[in-house]
């Protein structure tokens, strides 16, 4: 297992390799970040943000996506996977937001967490880039890296992962560190194609050094 000495030169790395990594769901209040956010569920953030770009233009406001039959917020974010449910969770929350809240996205996680279709990962992206809350998001890719570098266990829950990077990462350095994560994820250390030989963390990643001693063999 990774330690937290070799954790620390990786948080290094990471901030070396992607020091301008941001969030990439393109928003301009909390609220659209909410719903970009649940949008991207086992959806990509390009095809989000392709979505978002006329959905954010003909809704502002939670009551904008009541005064439309269900059918047509369905059919506006169509090419979305799992999208029935998603249109029916963004009309659920935008009135328990208008009913609880007076109509603005409260600033807690654990409030958020309530919301329909909004979990755990979807309400630490929303504070801590919505409102600079320090906050450690844990996506696939956050989940592959801290598991492929040894930092986790691979039976380990997403839980676990945000609590030991939390644990080992100074706190007012989780939100920069979970878009580094994510950009290391998503353009070096990939799902299908990871970049193992030239990557600065090979010699401490137990996944890395197994799989280019398969190429070798």
């Known amino acids: 297992m990774l330690t937290k000495k070799q954790w620390e030169y990786c948080l290094e790395q ?5 020091p301008d990594a941001h ?27 392709r979505v978002t770009a006329d959905l954010f233009k003909k809704y502002k406001t939670p009551e904008d996506y009541l005064a439309v039959e269900v059918a047509e917020l369905e059919n506006d974010i169509r090419s ?37 279709g909004v979990g755990r990962k979807t309400a630490n992206v929303v504070v801590s880039n919505a409102f600079g809350i320090p906050a450690m998001a844990v996506d696939t890719h956050v989940e592959r890296v801290a598991k492929r570098l040894g930092m986790n266990r691979w039976k380990d829950s997403p839980l676990a992962v945000e609590e030991k990077i939390m644990r080992w990462t100074p706190r007012e350095q989780w939100t920069d560190t979970h878009h580094r994560i994510i950009f290391f994820g998503r353009y070096h250390c990939k799902a299908q194609n990871p970049n193992c030989p030239e990557c600065p963390l090979l010699p401490l990643c137990r996944e890395g050094k197994k799989r280019m001693k398969e190429r070798a063999d």
Do not use: W
């Not at 990471?14 to 992607?18: D, V, Y």
């Not at 929350?93 to 329909?116: A, C, H, K, W």
């Open 14 to 18: 990471f901030g070396e390799m992607f």
């Open 23 to 49: 969030c990439e769901l393109v928003h301009a209040n909390p609220f659209e970040l909410l719903i970009a956010t649940l949008l991207s569920a086992q959806c990509t953030d390009v095809l989000v943000n």
């Open 80 to 116: 979305i996977g799992l999208y029935r449910n998603k249109a029916k969770n963004i009309r659920a929350l935008s009135q328990l937001l208008i009913d609880e809240y007076g109509g603005i996205v409260p600033p807690n996680r654990d409030i958020l967490m309530t919301f329909p």
